[in-house]
Structures are given as C-alpha cells and as structure tokens.
T-cell receptor, first 113, second 111 residues
C-alpha cells in the first residue's frame, strides 16, 4: 500500500522560530510536492522537486525553502515563522509524468503564535 | 496557462440525491483533468482522472465525470449521495510538471 507520511499532524511554533516539516514516501517516486491549504483558497503549490537535490519554485515560495537530500524525503523549511504562515501543509509525491496520480500525506496543521 | 474554476464553494444535497460538483477548465494544450477528494482530517486522494480516450471516466465510490471539450467542463457526478460522501472535492488540471488545483467544493449531505 502506498504511503506518504508527515512528521507531525499538529505543530505550534512561535513567531521567528525556524520550522522543519518533513515528508517521507515509500513508493520510489521521483516527484515530491509541498502545498499549503487555506479555507477558500484551495491548494497552493509552494515548492516541488523532480529529483534528488533538484527543486523548483511553485506559486507561493516566499518565506519557505526546501531540501531533498534523499529520494524518499522532502523537507519544507520556514526560516523565520510568521503568523501568516499558520496553515495546513500537505506533502505529495508522484511518478515522473504529470499525468500520474499524486499521493498525499495526512497534512500538518501548523499554528504560529 | 492552465486553470480550473469550481462553481460553488459549498454545496448541500439530501441523502439519495444527485451529486454534481462543477468544474470548468482552461488549458492551452490538450487537458489532463483530475478530481481529488479530501475526507475530514485526511490528505487528498484521487477519485478519477481523464487523460485521453473515452470522455466518460469512472472513479471510486460510484463517482464519474464527463470531459466535454465544447463546454470546457469536467463536472463530477454521483447518482445517489451517501452520508459518507461528505468531503471536500477538488478539480485539477495538468500544468508544466505539476497539477493545478481548484479552490474546492465542500459537499454537505443532509439526512
């Protein structure tokens, strides 16, 4: 059974803290994605990666960075968390082509105080 | 550029009634289209997708969608709603190396 796991379901951080969100997939997928989900705005792509050590900016990369040192792991980093980064963060993975199904993790609900 | 528009952010239907979340797309290339569902407190999962071939696509849990090029639509349907269908539904279109999601339609099922 395919599986995408995220390091935390709920996370509370303070303004200015550095935050790491980790995502691991066990399907040997090339592509991995980070989205944030906000009510009324749907899913917005932050960053994606199509190979180890490769990354591309999505639609809203400001305030975020990513790291992909191993194929199965894709980390999202908030260098200095701010209250407007309070959101649900979803990780997904897929095989190489854009028609392939994306498999999602359960999400991390991040609250920045 | 590719985009999708979902009409109605919240839709309520009675149990047993027809379910019809709507989606219109815009694409400069032949579109590949998807419907994903998000149940409460879960990530998204694929309901169905259209790539090429037959325009009526069947998915899981009794859902289906029809690709209509002339109307640039890909509406989702299910003949009879169940309480377990209460969820948020996202339409999506292929972009360059990524999928572009709509803003979602939250489906409420009334007993």
């Amino acid at each position: 059974d395919v599986k995408v796991t995220q390091s935390s379901r709920y996370l509370v951080k303070r303004t200015g803290e550095k935050v790491f969100l980790e995502c691991v997939q066990d399907m040997d997928h090339e592509n991995m994605f980070w989205y944030r989900q906000d009510p009324g705005l749907g899913l917005r792509l932050i960053y994606f990666s199509y190979d180890v050590k490769m990354k591309e900016k999505g639609d809203i990369p400001e305030g975020y960075s990513v790291s992909r040192e191993k194929k199965e792991r894709f980390s999202l980093i908030l260098e200095s968390a701010s209250t407007n980064q309070t959101s649900m963060y979803l990780c997904a993975s897929s095989q190489i082509t854009s028609t392939d199904t994306q498999y999602f993790g359960p999400g991390t609900r991040l609250t920045v105080l | 550029a590719q985009s999708v528009t979902q009409l109605g952010s919240h839709v309520s239907v009675s149990e047993g009634a027809l379910v019809l979340p709507r989606c219109n797309y815009s694409s400069s290339v032949p579109p590949y289209l998807f419907w994903y569902v998000q149940y409460p407190n879960q990530g998204l999962q694929l309901l169905l997708k259209y790539t090429t071939g037959a325009t009526l696509v069947k998915g899981i849990n009794g859902f289906e969608a029809e690709f209509k090029k002339s109307e640039t639509s890909f509406h989702l349907t299910k003949p009879s709603a169940h309480m377990s269908d209460a969820a948020e539904y996202f339409c999506a279109v292929r972009g360059r190396g990524k999928i572009i999601f709509g803003k979602g339609t939250r489906l409420h099922i009334l007993p």
